[in-house]
């Protein structure tokens, strides 16, 4: 064994153990001493993943590629432009990284999660299939592809590979939230086995509670299936107990959280009617579907993405990044107050054509793209000025529905957008200031937006849909109303629900916790 490999094997024993101080030093050496190495470059880049400094990590994979072009190497190229929300980048890394140029398991897993990541859950199967041909007692790998196939709709699939990591891992936390996420998705009424059965489900997750205490993240994720599991005994009081305890050690970020969103929103109201340049971007292409997370906004997107002129493009962060770009703040978050105030000032122009160059790839073929991110509802006033033609529809729910749902619902818990979500009256408070911006905004510019009430929406589907296709300038398509069969995969908390016809089963669910909500009332009424 050369010195090169030496030093490469050292590096690499260190990575396994996350001491990523001695894995660079290691990789440094091997460049300082035989030169470029396209491996050493590479691993320096699986470094800057693991210590999330994801741009840096792209520079030194292309510096890898500039001495040598691997597959391996753009399979975590793939990950780092997934981890961005850059799909297009993403896409062209997976095509120089094919399922038969690649041999390890891990290397088939990380491309098949990048493409799950941006919502290309067909395209990851075989990766996923592959990896596990040779892993398959893998319970991280069972997991992956599990989450995978229930964001695409194949429940049944899911529901065995969540049930085989458990098997192989029976601590594994993720993978019994998400068992208990797809409530009774996948399961055939003859043959419910012994693991899914509710009452066998709640010894398993009550053992396992008892000692993830002292783990945020495990607490959280245990205490978000034990309450779908009382949920689905009718225990109601028990299963909002459970949310409470679960979500507890985090409420000191949801409070951080709300302070920065209302002062975001205040610096919003505050410059609603500023004057600046009238953007030049004229595309009719963009629909952003808006609102607070649990509000119908996902029905919405399958409502609309069902027309035959309209292509589905998810949920994007790419507004936000295009104003993040060419607003050039130096902070670390996307979203924050000083990100909009210089957004104001800015070439709007410019951020509505960075908007739609990175998502044109989307559209295939059609006249328009459905953009579905929640939270730009926090950009409307934004978009209205960078891309003038863009219709922006804003759901509007039920407080306490919208904020039940909410609080019951475990978000990515990596992503700053859903912080607030770990205290029910810090949800209750940002409800009422995006209640009041959306009102604020629809009064002053009403033909930008159509706010859709969705009890209305579930109640009188055919008479609302036909009224948001008319705002949107889209011709009447029944096949709209029929959300049921639209196949398109979903990556979002209504993934099942969604796959359902139009229905008004969720309006009101508030009420059955109802004995635990006064703080929330308080704060709404």
């Not at 792209?58 to 190229?77: C, G, H, Q, V, W």
């Not at 302070?259 to 953007?279: F, G, P, R, V, W």
């Amino acid at each position: 064994m050369n010195l090169g490999e030496t030093l490469l094997n050292k590096a690499l024993a260190c990575l396994a153990n996350r001491d990523y101080k001695h894995a660079h030093q290691y990789c440094v050496q091997v460049i300082q001493q035989l030169g470029p190495h396209a491996h050493a470059y590479f691993l320096l880049g699986i470094i800057h993943i693991e210590i999330g400094q994801i741009d840096k990590a792209i520079a030194l994979f292309d510096t890898s590629n500039d001495i040598e072009k691997r597959p391996l190497t753009f399979a975590y190229m793939a990950k780092c432009y997934a981890l961005k929300g850059d799909m297009q980048q993403a896409l062209d890394c997976v095509e120089m990284a094919p399922v038969d140029s690649l041999s390890r398991a891990l290397d088939l897993d990380t491309v098949g999660v990048s493409l799950s990541r941006v919502g290309l859950h067909d395209k990851a199967k075989p990766y996923f299939d592959k990896a596990l041909r040779l892993e398959p007692d893998n319970p991280q790998y069972n997991y992956n592809y599990a989450v995978s196939s229930k964001f695409a709709g194949t429940f049944k699939l899911a529901r065995r590979h969540f049930e085989k990591a458990i098997s192989l891992a029976p601590d594994f936390y993720q993978a019994h939230f998400a068992l208990s996420d797809l409530g009774t998705s996948g399961i055939d009424d003859h043959c419910m086995s012994e693991n899914t059965a509710p009452q066998k489900r709640l010894q398993q997750l009550t053992a396992l509670a008892a000692n993830v205490e002292n783990n945020p993240d495990a607490r959280l994720h245990i205490g978000h299936a034990l309450a779908k599991e009382y949920d689905t005994l009718g225990e109601y009081e028990r299963a909002f107990k459970s949310l409470q305890h679960a979500k507890a050690p985090h409420r000191e970020r949801s409070v951080a959280a709300l302070k920065d969103y209302q002062s975001i929103l205040e610096t919003l109201k505050q410059n609603l009617h500023i004057q600046t340049a009238k953007s030049t971007q004229t595309s009719t292409a963009p629909i952003f579907v808006v609102g607070m997370p649990r509000s119908g906004t996902t029905l919405v997107e399958r409502i609309l993405s069902h027309h035959s002129d309209v292509a589905s493009g998810g949920e994007l962060q790419d507004f936000g990044v295009a104003v993040k770009q060419i607003a050039g703040t130096d902070s670390q978050l996307v979203l924050d107050k000083p990100t909009i105030e210089k957004a104001y000032r800015s070439n709007l122009s410019a951020i509505g054509e960075r908007y739609l160059k990175r998502t044109a790839f989307l559209r295939q073929g059609h006249k328009h793209l459905v953009d579905k991110l929640p939270f730009n509802f926090f950009y409307v006033d934004l978009i209205r000025r960078a891309l003038p033609n863009a219709k922006i529809i804003c759901l509007q729910r039920n407080a306490m529905d919208t904020c039940v749902g909410n609080f019951r619902q475990l978000f990515s818990i990596n992503s700053p957008y859903y912080a607030y979500a770990y205290d029910l009256e810090v949800v209750g408070q940002l409800y009422l200031g995006f209640n009041e911006w959306i009102n604020h905004f629809a009064d002053a510019y009403p033909e930008s937006i159509h706010v859709q009430c969705y009890e209305e929406l579930a109640k009188n589907p055919e008479q609302e849909v036909k009224k948001m296709l008319a705002f949107c300038a889209l011709p009447w398509e029944a096949q709209c109303l029929q959300v049921q069969d639209n196949t398109l995969p979903v990556s979002t908390a209504s993934k099942v629900q969604v796959r359902e016809p139009i229905n008004t089963k969720s309006i009101g669910r508030w009420k059955r916790y109802d004995s635990q909500l006064d703080k929330l009332k308080a704060i709404i009424e």
